[in-house]
């Protein structure tokens, strides 16, 4: 057995129950073997057999240590972008006249479908790039731009090219009930056959890891979700749901009687919607920067969600029209200062109760066992990576026990 040995740090290792908040360990070390956490501890408790078998000698520096980070919610693979509507809005125009000449989602699905895979490959690539420049070892990539087999295929098989190519793993989402397209204008029960269609094919074909939907007024209802659900329980495909973000739907309760790894949004919840994901395990996942972006004011309701002891996860939501963010250190920030969540909350966040919002149980806490991927930071405690706007305190990431 050869082991890699990383010394002179302080280890925020998030393990849950922990003594001190952030499961902060000073005068730390870890040790891994190959991919895996071998120990991880106080250097001076460190037991000698174990260090003897230490081939590899890394000196941190006094960095400190978390778990890589994990983004559970993102639309990163898209054709195009909105930026001149966003310009367009700031010069008086309204959503309504943006939708009739062709903008908002539908203009996103059009450049989605016109693009090619090597091109929502490059533009695809520029964003992920961003993301593992900060850190993030795990990203949640959905499809639901394309919103036909093709392009729905299209975009799956793209995320899952770039787990192919760069040193981050991917976990592709079918949004298949994304929103309503085009040429099913005023037959959303007939899309939401095509839905059921399309998901046992993208499944067989290896490009589904979960199944998501926006149950919504302006998308689609609780018993057309219903379907999607139970075309996804009988696949054995897990579950998670755009939820109560304009309106309180009861899609939580839906969601939660699915046993749903997520309910994401949540800006409308209500104590039922709580108490519903808390009983079922269902983590809430808050999209600091889709509120910002929209100048939101109902903020997500916080407190209820620490009163029913659901876990926090927060997110880019990176996407075209809300929230085209691929910076998952200033969702820290904005989940800080939006959200009021605490840093230690809000880290949790992105390391913890993100890998559970994907039902990933070997990562987001450094632990004996668990993967080794985790990050060297610059900086003297964790809440400096909240408190600071705009900055990237990086010195190297670990992905699978080896240096990106």
Same mark, same amino acid.
């Given at each position: 057995?050869?082991?890699?040995?990383?010394?002179?740090?302080?280890?925020?290792?998030?393990?849950?129950?922990?003594?001190?908040?952030?499961?902060?360990?000073?005068?730390?070390?870890?040790?891994?073997?190959?991919?895996?956490?071998?120990?991880?501890?106080?250097?001076?408790?460190?037991?000698?057999?174990?260090?003897?078998?230490?081939?590899?000698?890394?000196?941190?520096?006094?960095?400190?240590?978390?778990?890589?980070?994990?983004?559970?919610?993102?639309?990163?693979?898209?054709?195009?972008?909105?930026?001149?509507?966003?310009?367009?809005?700031?010069?008086?125009?309204?959503?309504? !006249?943006?939708?009739?000449?062709?903008?908002?989602?539908?203009?996103?699905?059009?450049?989605?479908?016109?693009?090619?895979?090597?091109?929502?490959?490059?533009?695809?690539?520029?964003?992920?790039?961003?993301?593992?420049?900060?850190?993030?070892?795990?990203?949640?990539?959905?499809?639901?731009?394309?919103?036909?087999?093709?392009?729905?295929?299209?975009?799956?098989?793209?995320?899952?090219?770039?787990?192919?190519?760069?040193?981050?793993?991917?976990?592709?989402?079918?949004?298949?009930?994304?929103?309503?397209?085009?040429?099913?204008?005023?037959?959303? !029960?007939?899309?939401?056959?095509?839905?059921?269609?399309?998901?046992?094919?993208?499944?067989?074909?290896?490009?589904?890891?979960?199944?998501?939907?926006?149950?919504?007024?302006?998308?689609?209802?609780?018993?057309?979700? #219903?379907?999607?659900?139970?075309?996804?329980?009988?696949?054995?495909?897990?579950?998670?749901?755009?939820?109560?973000?304009?309106?309180?739907?009861?899609? #939580?309760?839906?969601?939660?009687?699915?046993?749903?790894?997520?309910?994401?949004?949540?800006?409308?919840?209500?104590?039922?919607?709580?108490?519903?994901?808390?009983?079922?395990?269902?983590?809430?996942?808050?999209?600091?920067?889709?509120?910002?972006?929209?100048?939101?004011?109902?903020?997500?309701?916080?407190?209820?969600?620490?009163?029913?002891?659901?876990?926090?996860?927060?997110?880019?939501?990176?996407?075209?029209?809300?929230?085209?963010?691929?910076?998952?250190?200033?969702?820290?920030?904005?989940?800080?200062?939006?959200?009021?969540? #605490?840093?230690?909350?809000?880290?949790?966040?992105?390391?913890?109760?993100?890998?559970?919002?994907?039902?990933?149980?070997?990562?987001?806490?450094?632990?004996?066992?668990?993967?080794?991927?985790?990050?060297?930071?610059?900086?003297?405690?964790?809440?400096?990576?909240?408190?600071?706007?705009?900055?990237?305190?990086?010195?190297?990431?670990?992905?699978?026990?080896?240096?990106?």
């Amino acid at each position: 057995m050869q082991l890699t040995l990383w010394s002179n740090c302080n280890i925020a290792t998030f393990q849950p129950e922990a003594a001190h908040a952030y499961g902060l360990i000073t005068d730390a070390c870890l040790v891994t073997d190959g991919s895996q956490i071998h120990w991880v501890g106080k250097l001076a408790e460190l037991p000698n057999d174990i260090l003897a078998l230490c081939t590899v000698h890394h000196d941190a520096q006094g960095a400190l240590i978390t778990p890589g980070l994990i983004d559970c919610h993102t639309h990163l693979v898209y054709g195009g972008d909105r930026a001149q509507e966003f310009e367009q809005r700031l010069n008086g125009a309204s959503y309504e !006249d943006i939708a009739k000449a062709g903008g908002g989602i539908a203009s996103t699905v059009k450049a989605t479908r016109l693009a090619s895979s090597d091109e929502l490959q490059i533009s695809s690539e520029r964003r992920l790039r961003d993301f593992m420049a900060e850190g993030v070892t795990t990203i949640e990539i959905k499809s639901g731009y394309g919103l036909a087999l093709e392009h729905e295929r299209k975009t799956l098989q793209v995320a899952r090219s770039l787990a192919q190519t760069h040193l981050i793993d991917i976990q592709t989402t079918f949004l298949g009930a994304h929103a309503l397209p085009p040429e099913f204008a005023g037959r959303s !029960d007939d899309y939401i056959d095509e839905v059921v269609r399309m998901l046992p094919m993208l499944a067989g074909e290896g490009l589904v890891d979960a199944v998501d939907a926006f149950c919504e007024k302006i998308g689609f209802s609780v018993s057309q979700t #219903t379907r999607v659900f139970e075309a996804a329980q009988q696949l054995n495909i897990p579950v998670k749901l755009h939820a109560e973000q304009l309106s309180d739907s009861g899609g #939580t309760q839906l969601a939660a009687s699915f046993k749903a790894l997520s309910c994401d949004h949540l800006e409308w919840l209500s104590d039922e919607g709580a108490a519903a994901m808390a009983a079922a395990g269902t983590v809430a996942v808050l999209l600091p920067g889709a509120f910002y972006f929209l100048r939101e004011t109902k903020l997500p309701p916080v407190a209820l969600l620490r009163q029913h002891g659901v876990p926090m996860a927060v997110s880019t939501d990176c996407n075209p029209g809300t929230s085209p963010c691929t910076s998952l250190l200033l969702m820290l920030n904005m989940a800080c200062t939006l959200f009021r969540l #605490t840093p230690e909350e809000a880290l949790a966040g992105v390391t913890r109760h993100a890998a559970k919002a994907l039902g990933l149980l070997d990562r987001g806490v450094l632990a004996v066992g668990m993967r080794a991927d985790f990050v060297l930071w610059d900086v003297a405690h964790p809440a400096q990576l909240c408190y600071n706007v705009g900055a990237n305190p990086i010195i190297k990431t670990v992905f699978k026990g080896n240096v990106r």
